[in-house]
């Protein structure tokens, strides 16, 4: 049976659950986001707890390991939403906090040998980036009614200028959840693409059985350096990923 690189993104049915004309079938793509958000559901409520001597539980009081990392979580999302939101974004805190935690969690659990990674497909991805677009638009309307329109038409332009400008304008404002979303996808699907090619490569050198067998140890050590920048590729599309949805965030209120 020939094994391809591509085979590892496949969708496979674990469990058929029908009722009436609505299908509930549970895949290992909608396994692996409950996985997900079971983790981080887990990680806060069993980890970011310590026991004092009264035998009794207190949450937040002296951090352990646990709770120090997921406070650096929140503190990068803090981060990222202040360096580019002024004080009044504040209230979209628990909006950006989710994001990167989650699109974080998805790309770490899909390093995890025989997991999926559920941000190596366009459909999750430019859902995901979809979702956050109609939020931001939503936002936009709410506070500046009509006066949004100036995203696409800036200030002080000539009429003749205004009709060359709003097309543009408004063609790199749709292309936005588009970008978005591709670029997260075909950076996971290229990267896990790239490990498979090399593990395949690496196995079939250590099936020889003459002398070329040694070197079998040159791709493997590819491999280690590969998923080590695999490994920081799950890290920075994370933060990329937050840091231009805060971008995006900082234009529909302030209307830059």
């Known amino acids: ?26 895949t290992n793509l909608a396994l692996v986001n409950f996985l997900v958000l079971a983790i981080f559901a887990a990680m806060v409520f069993f980890f970011s707890s ?4 009264l035998n009794e539980t ?5 951090p352990n390991t646990w709770q120090v990392f997921i406070e650096a979580l929140y503190e990068t999302s803090a981060q990222l939403l202040f360096d580019n939101i002024n004080a009044e974004g504040e209230k979209y805190f628990p909006f ?30 430019f859902t995901l980036s979809l979702s956050i677009f109609i939020g931001l638009n939503i936002i936009c ?30 063609l790199s404002y749709i292309f936005k959840p588009i970008s978005l ?20 490569f690496s196995w079939s050198m250590l099936l020889l059985e003459d002398f070329l067998a040694v070197f079998h140890i ?12 695999e490994l920081g590729v799950a890290l920075i599309q994370a933060y990329v990923f937050t840091i231009l949805t805060c971008i995006y965030l900082n234009d529909v209120v302030n209307l830059h």
Request: aromatic share 14%.
């Open 96 to 125: 950006i906090s989710v994001i990167f935690t989650f699109v974080l969690f998805s790309n770490l659990i899909g390093l995890v040998p025989y997991s999926f990674t559920t941000t190596s497909h366009l459909i999750v991805t």
């Open 58 to 62: 207190s949450f937040f009081f002296i």
């Open 181 to 200: 979303g591709v670029r997260l996808f075909a950076n996971l699907m290229a990267g896990h693409t790239l490990l498979k090619v090399i593990v395949g």
């Open 141 to 170: 309307v709410q506070k500046h009614k009509f006066h949004m329109l100036s995203l696409f038409l800036p200030a002080n332009t000539s009429f003749g200028l205004a009709l060359l400008l709003v097309p543009i304008e408004l």
């Open 218 to 229: 040159l791709p493997l050590l590819i491999l280690v350096v590969l998923m080590g920048l």
């Open 50 to 53: 310590n026991v004092n001597y």
């Open 1 to 26: 049976m020939l094994h391809t690189p591509l085979e590892q993104f496949q969708i496979i049915l674990l469990f058929s659950i029908k009722l009436f004309c609505f299908d509930f079938s549970i």
